[in-house]
């Protein structure tokens, strides 16, 4: 048992060494605070424990010294939320050359798409040096994807789409714990989370089972769904072009905006009714029931592929 | 009046003139409307649901000594962590020292005959043992598996254990709470003795103030929450599962807007038993008096404020999360500048140490781990490492045990003598702290450097690696358990063969040590009349010197 064992966790991402040094200055600060105030106790304790020709000392308190140490903490603390928080916001806004993946969480297991389409279960291969994004969405209850080697984790809800991301910096084989209790076999949500060499990680993909590609499959949907019927410039058009929209911002009915995300895209095929872009009537059914999450997260990456296209290659 | 009969002396006394001996039959105990019998009442329900809290602690203990779940199956695991969690935080800590301490003291040290409402006393009891009586149901029909916590849609769709009586248990003892607390807030503005102004009234008693606001406010919304979980698992009307149209991330809001005061609720009072034990072992007034009661208010306040600091990898929007770890670094300081005038006290005291001084000395240490690792957690990009892992568990345990038991471990100490009129052995309550002490850091201390590995909390089997240090966990918590079993024992032999003592045995200031110990049945024969500030010891150390 005494194997593999250690006090510190491996730093395998970009921010993990970011946040253990975190750790370390608070570390360092409640060392200093609970070993003065130790010795303050034992030091107190033994000075002015009690004789028989000795009397207490009746203080009433002070005023500076309260706002002195009122002081200390407060500044001491807000510091440490700056830092925290700029590291936090790092963390949670990625940057804009991620490689995306999915993740579907079930009871009890990870289901992971690549950006090329490669499908697995329970382990995430990826390649070293490269910032990847994860796109989360749960089928049941609220999971949360966390690898304590890379310092992240982010709750995995059912109905919204929650996303991390990370930039792994070491080849190894890492824990996947699922971290938000969901019944009878949470810890056996685990796996791993294998980073590779680039080249090894393209030949790792190369040879997986072809799968099809997440633009080509979301593109056929489109069309069995109808969705094409509606959503293409022409005569028959009743809802609005999708070319050249996503992660643009998109004015709606009741004078708002939204920005034209995954959950946008999400919302609006299962509650069409949710957010209706101006100009347009509420027509479209809902698709609640019809479509599994991988195939939301298959029309989510047609219609992000759509965001570069102008529409003029419709015309072959 | 006669000197040639040799009177016996025992029969000789006049009738015992005390709240225990006021009658004797299950019937006095039962319909009893004494706040001090009441209190008794807490006791007893409360020590039997911290056996059973304590009981399912062993068990999750036992279990994680190996990396395999070969104890029992992952179903049963999480059913014991879970009825662990609802018993200690449901019908042990939040009770705790309001319940016991509180109820017996408050009219003490007001120098009132009883509580403003003594039937609406009784009537919380009753309501809290309907509360536990339905979650010890519960447990034997099967137990609940969603952890204390009920998060949705887990709680409310997925999971087939018997959440519903569970929260109709906590919802009607979440009554119990409220009533205690409107009482508390009622006797507290209008049963104060002459004389007796708000500041000089004790620190225990600015704390049960405090405490007592957060339970009337605070309460009602765990109520309604636990309500619409039961109605969306009834009626399944979408509240918070998406696959009926609702928002899971909505639960966790209101949840914690409750459940994080609550832990105000519980640790307030055990800062005001910390101040009265630490003036009467300094025999010194508290330093900064006001500043003390006042912060105790400031926690009060600052404390309903800060409940998103449980959601920072929830999904809830990052922005929400830096207004909520701003707030939550703030609420560290009213902390911090107790533990600093507690010190302070005991600058040039005359310090004499007791077993409740043991253990208000033992809490200023673990307290001061417990609040420093609260700011970890309370450190945005550090909580998404931590959270949710063994390291919440061990800081939670630091503040919930560590502070919370070890200053109702004090209280109790300090209190009993008067609540039972006898003393208990001294030298094996100095063990029995000591081992408490040792044992609760040998328990949770790994469990901060296990979280920080990446350790997740409520985990049945858990990766090899982490063994050694689950192993020590387990060590310290039978030594712990020893701690604690020591002083139901020899606590429960003081009633009978403890040594009696006077009405003050440790020349305390405050009005409860000016009436008999047990206090006679209507507290004090004539109006206590307070000319004095609070801990007024220079009178009774220019006597001792």
Redesign the interface.
Known sequence: ?????????DAASS?AS??DS??LF?CT??AV??FG??C??VF??VR???????????????LP??IF??AI??VL??G??A???????E???EPADCMEFYVTGK?WMWKIQHPTGQREINTLHIPVGRPVKLTMISE???H?F?V??F?????V????Y?SEWFEATKVGTY?L????????????MIGSVIVMEPAEYEAWLGGQPASQDPVEAGRVLFENLRCVTCHDAGKNQRGPDLHGRFGETVGLANGTTVLFDEAYTRTSILEPKHDIAVGFEPVMPTYEGQVTETQIQQLIAYVKSLATDTGEGQQK | MTTTTAPLPLQAEPREDNYVAAGYGLKSWLLTVDHKRIALLYLMSITVFFCLGGLFALLIRLELLTPQ?DLFE??IY?RVFTMHGVFMVFFFLIPSIPAVFGNFLLPLMLGARDVAFPKLNLLSWYLFMTGGLLAMIAMMTGGV???WTF?T??SS???NSQVLVTAVGVFIAGFASILTGVNFIATIHKMRAPGLTWFRMPLFVWAHYATSLIMVLGTPVVAVTILLVAIERLFHVGIF???LGG???LFQHLFWFYSHPAVYIMILPAMGVMSEIVSCF????I?????VALSSLAIAVLGFLVWGHHM????QS?YA??VF??LT??V??PS??K???W??T????????DTPMLYA?AF??LF??GG??G??L????????V???YFIVAHFHYVMVGGVVTMYLGALHFWWPKMIGRMYPTFLAKVAAALVFIGFNLTFFPQF?LG???M??????????F??LN?LSTAGASVLGFGFLLPLCYLLWSIKYGKKVESNPWDACGLEWTTTSPPPKHNFHDVPVVEEEAYD??KR??L??
């Open positions: 048992m005494f194997e593999d064992f250690s006090l510190f966790p921010y970011r946040v975190l750790y608070l600060m409640t605070a609970s105030i130790l303050a106790v107190l304790s002015y424990r009690r004789r028989a020709d000795r009397a207490a000392e009746q203080l009433e308190g002070s010294l309260e140490w009122s903490p407060a603390f807000v440490i939320f830092w925290a928080a700029k590291l936090y916001l963390m949670y806004r009871q049941d209850v609220i949360d966390y304590p080697a310092r992240i984790k982010r709750d809800v059912p109905g919204l929650t824990h714990f699922c971290a938000e209790y969901c019944g009878t076999k949470h810890s056996e | 779940g992952s179903e999480n598996d969603t952890g998060y849609p887990y769709t997925y999971t599962d998406p696959a928002d899971p991330i300094t025999r010194k007034r330093f900064g008096y006001k500043v920072f990898v929830s999904g990052i999360g830096l770890s701003l670094m703030l560290a300081v911090a500048i533990v600093f005038n010190l302070a005991l600058y040039r005291g005359s310090i004499k140490f000395l200023i240490g001061t781990i420093l690792t700011v970890f309370g450190a945005l990009a550090l909580d998404v490492h959270h949710d892992t450097l920080y590995l990446g997740p909390r409520r985990y049945h089997v858990y990766p090899e690696e063994q050694v192993v010891y220079a150390e220019a001792r010197v």
